[in-house]
């Protein structure tokens, strides 16, 4: 019986063979997690994450084509734990614009600051590894743009916030202007207390969905 029997296979040590391999990519990713987020992911080679999790070079490429494809794979899951903490705190939030732009930015910035491997896989370590990353990474920007747009719409419908020419270049922008500020908070001797840096990125929410007070509806 093959390890690709599934849930409904064989069991060794109390797992099916689908379990037992989920257990070899989540210690992968854990210890690239560790070593790319302390270390830097050009610093760290195939063999030092395979010690770090206790696996095979054979384990590895049984789950990864190479080092880039890992680094996306935790680039990936640390960005989806900072939309989860978004999504949970929205679902919480109130109908106001400042109060929900407070509960996004506020569980973005904590879940993206708190954990210094988490900031500097996704703004340091991520940046120029290839082209392949870059798209990968652009695509990220779309996809939390997208996010924006839709959380503008429900606002726009509530009369919260002014229509513009176009909501996705206005979100587009926004998120831009996030990533450059936590970027510089990353590498910053002497960074804003996080609180603080989510008041800067509130106001400047609030600002662009309030739109200049004589624009006319297009």
Not at 28 to 53: H, K, M, P, W
Not at 60 to 87: C, K, M, P, Q, W
Request: include cysteine.
């Amino acid at each position: 019986m093959s390890e690709r029997d599934g849930a409904g296979g064989r069991r060794y040590g109390g797992r099916t063979a689908e379990e037992r391999r989920q257990a070899r990519r989540d210690a992968l990713l854990d210890a690239a997690y560790e070593l790319f987020g302390t270390e830097g992911y050009r610093n760290v080679t195939i063999e030092r994450v395979c010690s770090q999790a206790r696996l095979t070079a054979r384990n590895f490429y049984e789950e990864f084509g190479g080092r880039e494809a890992l680094l996306l794979a935790i680039y990936d899951r640390t960005i989806g734990r900072s939309v989860e903490a978004v999504a949970a705190a929205l679902a919480k939030a109130g109908d106001g614009v400042r109060e929900r732009a407070a509960a996004g930015l506020g569980a973005y910035a904590h879940t993206m600051l708190e954990d210094p491997r988490a900031s500097r896989i996704v703004y340091v370590e991520i940046v120029g590894v290839s082209d392949a990353a870059e798209r990968h990474r652009r695509s990220v920007h779309h996809a939390f743009a997208d996010l924006v747009v839709g959380e503008a719409q429900g606002l726009l419908e509530a009369g919260a916030v002014t229509p513009r020419r176009s909501s996705r270049h206005a979100s587009l922008a926004l998120v831009g202007g996030v990533n450059e500020l936590m970027i510089d908070w990353v590498q910053s001797d002497d960074p804003l207390p996080i609180d603080v840096l989510v008041e800067e990125l509130v106001d400047l929410f609030v600002a662009v969905g309030a739109g200049p007070p004589d624009r006319r509806e297009i």
